[in-house]
């Protein structure tokens, strides 16, 4: 029985605008990547971590961006996919499932994940052995508008909108299958849980936390940069 942290760092974050790949760049003297990681190899909760990467890249990933880890538990680089289902399903078909291993499926560019949010994950997945998920969720401050072709569609009630982070979190052998089962579309789906929904399972949720950033622009990446300042993070 055990936790394993896949983390998805396979992307090449253009929207970031620089030439490097989002994930290996510095926040506070230390890559993104590597202060992501650092937080799995110090839970207690982790048994195993796993770290998708972009193809070719593992040699620069080891010597460069996780060579001040000590690691205590095992640790494994895989080739990432052409798309976000690809590479989670890449990290996926390494693991060898006693039928009761959780995975925690967790952005790369979200390093100020923390160890209450793994905990109350996990607790709650393992007091609750026939749901197949349960993910992190923070209310919507904003007013959401559905928009097509520059006109406001609808405005959905704001009390049920939520906004998605991770890790989401799944008993790996209920949510390999459903990868296997659309291998061929897993571009359609923009995280684990609509992949989830779209087989008609129920997904629960627990509360996210404010500061689970995800770093994707370079705004994110200044606020990152005053989180860890201020000592927020």
């Not at 974050?13 to 993104?32: D, H, S």
């Not at 919507?140 to 890790?167: F, G, W």
């Amino acid at each position: 029985m055990k936790n394993i942290a896949l983390i998805v760092a396979a992307g090449s974050g253009n929207r970031m605008g620089t030439n490097i790949k989002k994930q290996y760049l510095k926040l506070a003297g230390q890559p993104m990547l590597a202060r992501t990681v650092l937080i799995f190899e110090k839970s207690k909760k982790i048994d195993e971590i796993i770290i998708v990467i972009p193809q070719g890249d593992e040699q620069f990933v080891k010597k460069e961006i996780l060579k001040d880890i000590t690691f205590t538990k095992p640790i494994r680089l895989v080739s990432g996919g052409f798309n976000r289902g690809e590479s989670v399903y890449n990290g996926l078909k390494t693991l060898t499932d006693s039928g009761e291993d959780i995975v925690l499926i967790h952005d790369g560019a979200r390093p100020f994940i923390n160890e209450s949010l793994i905990e109350r994950l996990l607790q709650f997945l393992r007091n609750n052995p026939k749901e197949i998920g349960v993910i992190p969720v923070i209310k919507v401050k904003d007013t959401i508008k559905i928009v097509k072709e520059d006109t406001v569609i609808s405005t959905p009630p704001r009390n049920d909108l939520y906004a998605a982070q991770t890790p989401q979190c799944f008993y790996v052998s209920k949510l390999l299958p459903i990868f296997k089962e659309v291998e061929k579309e897993l571009y359609k789906f923009t995280d684990e849980s609509s992949l989830v929904e779209a087989f008609g399972y129920k997904i629960k949720t627990v509360l996210g936390e404010e500061h689970n950033i995800k770093i994707t622009t370079p705004q994110d990446l200044l606020i990152g940069e005053f989180l860890l300042k201020e000592g927020l993070a």
